[in-house]
Each structure stands twice: as C-alpha cells, then as structure tokens.
C-alpha cells in the first residue's frame, strides 16, 4: 500500500512526493501528514529547501477524496475548510523555499497546495483547474491572486476554466514548462542552486517575503529595515 506521503532528504534537498496515485486525492490522514511533516521539515536546520510533487503523471493533485470528506453540518463544513487551510498554510508557511514540481493536473486542493509553494516548475501535461462554482462552494480566490492577475483570477473562478501549463507560465506564475521526463531533474537542479545558499539567510528571505506579501508599502519597508538589521546581526530574532 502506497504511504500516505513519501519525505526524503539529502543534500540538504527535501523531497516531499503525494503518494495517493493515480490522482493523489487527499484524505484527513493525509492533510495530516502535510502539516506534519512541512512543519518538521522547516524546523530541521540541515533542510535548505523542499522540492514538492505528485506520484506518477497524470495528477500532482487532484483535491480531496470527498468520500472521506463528509460534512452534514455547517460546523462540519467549516471544520473541513479549516482544515484546509492549515496544510495549505504549512506549505506556505515553510521556514525554508518550496519548489512545486507539479507533475499533472492540479485541481481544487492541488491548486491551493501549488499556490502555496515558492516556485513553481511544471510539465508539459499539468493542468490547473477551479471547478469550485460548479459544485456552489467558494473558489479559493486568496491562493489564486498568489498565481494570477485580478481579473484573470475573477474569470477563471466565475467560469471554472481549466488552464494549461504554458498558459500559466504566461501570467508568470511557472518559472519553466519542461518535458514530463525533465520535471524532477529541472526542480532538483534549481533546489541545488538554492542549497547553495547560506541556509540562515534563506531563511530570513523566506520569513520577510511571506510577512511583507500582503501589507503595504511603508508597512513593508519598516520591517525590511528591522531584518537587514536582523541578517547584520544588529537585532535579535523578530
């Protein structure tokens, strides 16, 4: 039986793979061992960065297995968004740069999981999909403005339009569309070049970014004054 979530580390790289295949839906287990294991992963001082993907080819993720997902109340449902919403912000939250190496079609929960990651490589196959307005729940327009302009985000979430890889990458949420047999190779050649880099100044880039992304711009210059004063070792940890 596949694991839940297969964690490797070498080098400094983590390679954290959705192993649910074919379509890699997730179960309350597995947000589980998303928050669990995310969180650990940034914790572990020797992790530079993580590289994140799917089993096989055909879905990095394709949402959530509803099956396993049953919510009669509306405080059942609320509890199932929240849950959600912890594995999405544990991704996000990472101490360390994620890679999203999304491998085939990414849908509902997969889009939520690949806008929370860092950057983005995806193959040729990948496909992002909002089906949300199809079943009368909320698009999850917070994670998609991480990925697309605001009106393309609006007509995507209105009409749940499928997008391509290439067609994403035209927004410039994909840093590159590669062959399918290239996806790995051409996430843990940038996850190289990022490990590289002094781990405790990687991770005050990833802190800084995450907390300056949605404040305004004197709001965001305080705090990037206070860590550069912080990386110069003139503050102590903010």
């Given at each position: 039986?596949?694991?839940?979530?297969?964690v490797?580390?070498e080098?400094?790289?983590a390679v954290?793979?959705?192993?649910?295949p074919?379509?890699?839906?997730?179960?309350?287990?597995?947000l589980e061992?998303i928050?669990s294991?995310?969180?650990?992963?940034?914790?572990d001082?020797q992790?530079?960065?993580v590289?994140?993907?799917?089993?096989?080819e055909?879905a990095?993720?394709?949402?959530?297995?509803?099956?396993?997902?049953v919510?009669?109340t509306?405080?059942?449902?609320?509890?199932r968004?929240?849950?959600w919403w912890?594995a999405?912000?544990a991704?996000?939250d990472?101490?360390?740069?994620v890679?999203?190496?999304i491998?085939?079609?990414a849908?509902?929960?997969?889009?939520?999981?690949?806008?929370?990651c860092?950057?983005?490589?995806?193959?040729e196959?990948?496909?992002?999909?909002?089906?949300?307005?199809?079943?009368g729940?909320?698009?999850?327009f917070?994670?998609?403005?991480?990925?697309?302009?605001?009106?393309k985000?609006?007509s995507?979430?209105?009409?749940?339009q499928?997008?391509?890889?290439?067609?994403?990458?035209s927004?410039?949420?994909?840093?590159?569309?590669?062959?399918?047999?290239e996806?790995?190779?051409?996430?843990?050649q940038?996850?190289?070049?990022i490990?590289?880099?002094?781990?405790?100044?990687?991770?005050i880039h990833k802190?800084?970014?995450?907390?300056?992304?949605y404040?305004?711009i004197t709001e965001?210059h305080?705090?990037v004054?206070?860590?550069?004063?912080?990386l110069?070792?003139?503050?102590?940890d903010?």
């Amino acid at each position: 039986m596949p694991e839940l979530l297969n964690v490797k580390v070498e080098g400094h790289i983590a390679v954290v793979t959705l192993d649910h295949p074919p379509l890699n839906l997730m179960t309350p287990r597995h947000l589980e061992k998303i928050i669990s294991e995310f969180n650990r992963l940034g914790a572990d001082e020797q992790v530079s960065v993580v590289v994140f993907t799917g089993a096989g080819e055909r879905a990095f993720c394709a949402g959530g297995d509803h099956r396993m997902f049953v919510a009669r109340t509306s405080q059942e449902k609320e509890a199932r968004q929240q849950f959600w919403w912890a594995a999405e912000s544990a991704i996000r939250d990472c101490a360390v740069p994620v890679i999203g190496a999304i491998n085939g079609y990414a849908g509902g929960g997969g889009v939520l999981f690949a806008a929370s990651c860092d950057i983005l490589i995806a193959s040729e196959r990948a496909v992002f999909d909002i089906p949300e307005i199809n079943a009368g729940v909320l698009a999850p327009f917070w994670s998609l403005r991480r990925l697309l302009p605001e009106l393309k985000m609006r007509s995507m979430a209105y009409t749940a339009q499928r997008l391509t890889a290439h067609e994403m990458q035209s927004f410039g949420s994909i840093e590159k569309v590669v062959a399918p047999e290239e996806l790995m190779p051409t996430a843990m050649q940038l996850a190289r070049r990022i490990a590289e880099k002094d781990s405790h100044t990687l991770r005050i880039h990833k802190e800084i970014f995450n907390r300056t992304e949605y404040l305004g711009i004197t709001e965001s210059h305080a705090l990037v004054m206070d860590y550069s004063r912080k990386l110069s070792g003139l503050l102590p940890d903010l």
